[in-house]
């Protein structure tokens, strides 16, 4: 089997001359493990470890014969690694896939990166493979798939809430029989108290060695911290209307036995409430203390002479006062009619009393005293009249037995010392002789009598 090729130089012959001898016939020559043909490929699958020679055969036109064979050698594989069948893997658990058939002269690797080794623990479902590698480079395989398997339920109940001072006991319910407890805070009992807010788990294995965990928030309980207001006083005669603002959906008793959120506060004692909310009872108390009003009295309404000053009078020990004037003395004094009111505050506490004062037109009351001894001891040493009134057009006269004028005055401050031009008058009866215009009456008074001059 030939052919020929001439080729001259590209510049003289640019194409190159060839011959090739014609094939009339080829073909595979049949032989084990050859499985089929397609021209001139073969397609091979020797059934044992040997080698196996594959010859391909050419006839030409000239009734020449060829032939080419090929060495096959064939080399063991290794035994198909058996992972077992499909399996499930427990959630929270763990699970060992192992080679049952595992020979150490071969290589191995999985599809986790491991070598080398006949096992491996897996935590995740998935697809898992491993390859067997023989010393001659060939291989096998096997696949084994892996779902989750939940074999049974763990109940720690709903969520729930926690009372002050009294703990929870958290009791799982398991739908299966149960080898081993868990807590996340390191207990391994089949109850836990819990005694603190919080959020608690518990995981439970079976006798398969599967784990399923289960967990429940605590929260405490808003009772708990509700509280009456803190101890407070109170004025006498001045209660008021509490009213309480616990979360809604809290009944509340009270030590009187009745309910509500409001109650009245209106004497000295201690109030209790009982508080419920949601399975939990709170109690909590406020003390109120009584404090004494300030009480004192104006008196009664009254009436004054106009031109005259009355002085009011508030009294209560260690009271601060307010009038309805702007004063702040325990006393006012007022020349003008109205209605006046004091206020009198003592720790907190006030008390006030109201009264009229009423003016009238009053005569003007004048007293002329009939004695007096100007001697110096400091005991009527002088005379003056006295006169309720303001007095307009004043004129006070004393004469003598003589009927001589040894004192006059139009001024109502001016006194008379029992001195005539200096000189002291002996013991005697005078008489005097007095005149004004009274305002209130709008009309002239006049008045006269004696006065004794003692020494």
């Not at 398991?174 to 390191?186: M, Q, V």
Request: with cysteine.
């Amino acid at each position: 089997l030939f052919n020929w090729k001439i080729a001259f130089k590209k510049s003289i012959y640019p194409n190159a001359e060839t011959y090739v001898v014609p094939v009339v016939k080829q073909a595979w020559v049949a032989s084990p493990g050859l499985v089929s043909t397609s021209n001139t490929t073969g397609f091979v699958s020797p059934s044992a470890v040997s080698t196996y020679p594959y010859t391909y055969h050419v006839d030409d036109v000239f009734g020449c014969s060829y032939d080419t064979t090929i060495k096959l050698v064939v080399n063991p594989i290794p035994a198909k690694p058996n992972l077992g069948a499909d399996t499930t893997i427990c959630r929270g658990g763990n699970l060992t896939l192992k080679v049952s058939n595992f020979e150490a002269t071969n290589n191995y690797r999985w599809s986790t990166t491991q070598k080398g080794v006949s096992n491996i623990s897996i935590l995740q479902p998935g697809s898992y493979w491993i390859e067997a590698i023989n010393n001659k480079g060939c291989k096998n395989s096997d696949t084994v798939n892996v779902s989750h398997f939940d074999p049974f339920t763990v109940n720690l109940g709903s969520d729930t809430l926690l009372c002050a001072n009294q703990p929870t006991i958290l009791t799982p319910k398991a739908s299966t029989n149960i080898s081993n407890w868990k807590w996340n805070t390191g207990a391994a009992t089949t109850t836990y108290t819990a005694t603190t807010s919080g959020s608690y788990w518990v995981e439970a294995k079976d006798e398969g060695g599967c784990l399923v965990r289960d967990t429940i928030d605590i929260t405490n309980n808003p009772i708990s911290f509700f509280e009456m207001p803190g101890d407070t006083t109170i004025c006498e005669n001045a209660g008021y209307m509490l009213t309480l603002t616990p979360t809604t959906g809290t009944s509340i008793l009270w030590d009187d036995n009745t309910t509500g959120y409001s109650h009245l506060i209106g004497k000295a004692a201690t109030y209790s409430v009982t508080a419920k909310y949601k399975g939990c009872v709170h109690k909590t108390d406020m003390k109120v203390a009584v404090l004494p009003l300030p009480v004192f009295s104006l008196g009664r309404d009254t009436t004054m002479c106009n031109g005259y000053n009355v002085t009011l009078k508030a009294s209560y020990p260690g009271a601060s006062y307010r009038w309805n004037t702007g004063g702040t003395d325990s006393t006012y004094t007022t020349n003008r009619s109205g209605l006046y009111w004091a206020e009198a505050t003592l720790n907190g506490c006030s008390y006030s009393d109201t009264l009229a004062v009423i003016q009238k037109l009053c005569a003007c009351e004048i007293k002329m005293p009939n004695a007096f001894s100007p001697n110096g001891d400091g005991i009527n040493d002088v005379y003056r009249p006295t006169i309720k009134c303001f007095p307009r057009d004043y004129h006070l006269s004393v004469f003598n037995r003589d009927g001589q004028v040894v004192f006059d005055s139009k001024n109502y401050q001016d006194l008379w010392d029992g001195k005539f031009k200096g000189a002291a008058l002996p013991i005697a009866t005078y008489y005097y002789i007095l005149t004004l215009f009274n305002q209130d009456l709008m009309e002239n008074e006049k008045k006269s009598g004696s006065i004794t001059l003692l020494r």
